[in-house]
């Protein structure tokens, strides 16, 4: 059984450009989560997402990140125009059911703006 | 709102000794409590975890830990390391409205001395 995929796993982009993080969850799981991992801080909540549903978004930014998982393919985290300050490590994680669930954790897509 | 704090940031220790890694949430309704473990360059796997039950929680590679409501924490133990156990680890907190979103602390950085 597979386990969560996310790629690409490195990504460089020009300031302006856009990111396209793409995740595949654990055969069997429902439910996608992503987190972002900054410089110094720890690993930050941004949304969760079940099949065509947005559940919780409290912790993206307002503008330019969105995120969808669609009834069919990965889960794809978009970032439009971005900057250096979005330079992170974005995690993705699937769970089977929704909390307590254990999350289990992609090796993560590193983002570096230029 | 939730929030968890570790109060280490780095912890060095000898192989061969016991550790423990702190860890104190801050909640007003019931919580889950997880601990995780990231390797250089890796996503987060699963130590172990506290739903209910038994405040003593064994986990992989010989950690345990131990829920204290009364002092709210779930400081993670090991009696014996090893070098391969150098890592940063993380404590997370989901429960009540959070539906599943795990909400970590700052990480502590675990380093194994021979």
């Known amino acids: 059984n597979a386990g969560v995929m996310q790629n690409p796993r490195h990504l460089v982009r020009r300031r302006g450009q856009e990111a396209r993080l793409r995740c595949s969850p654990m055969?069997?799981?429902?439910?996608v989560y992503w987190y972002r991992q900054l410089p110094e801080e720890g690993l930050k909540f941004m949304v969760y997402?079940?099949?065509?549903?947005?559940?919780?978004e409290s912790g993206m930014p307002k503008e330019r990140f969105s995120a969808e998982f669609p009834k069919e393919g990965p889960s794809i985290l978009r970032i439009q125009q971005v900057v250096r300050g979005d330079s992170a490590a974005y995690f993705c994680?699937?769970?089977?059911?929704?909390?307590?669930?254990?999350?289990?954790f992609g090796p993560g897509t590193r983002l570096t703006v230029t | 709102a939730q929030s968890v704090t570790q109060l280490d940031s780095q912890v060095p220790v000898f192989e061969e000794a016991p550790v423990e890694l702190r860890c104190n949430y801050s909640?007003?309704?019931?919580?889950?409590l997880f601990w995780y473990v990231q390797y250089p360059n890796q996503g987060l796997q699963l130590l172990l975890k506290?739903?209910?039950?038994?405040?003593l929680v064994k986990g992989i590679n010989g950690f345990e830990a131990e829920f204290n409501k009364s002092q709210t924490s779930f400081h993670l133990r090991k009696p014996s390391v090893h070098i391969s156990d150098t890592a940063e680890y993380f404590c997370a907190v989901s429960g009540g409205t959070s539906y599943g979103k795990l909400t970590f602390g700052q990480g502590t950085i675990l380093t194994v001395h021979p």
């Open positions: 055969k069997g799981h429902s439910h």
């Open positions: 994680a699937s769970s089977e059911g929704q909390d307590p669930y254990e999350q289990y």
């Open positions: 997402l079940q099949k065509e549903n947005i559940i919780d």
């Open positions: 506290y739903l209910s039950g038994s405040t």
């Open positions: 909640s007003s309704v019931s919580v889950y």
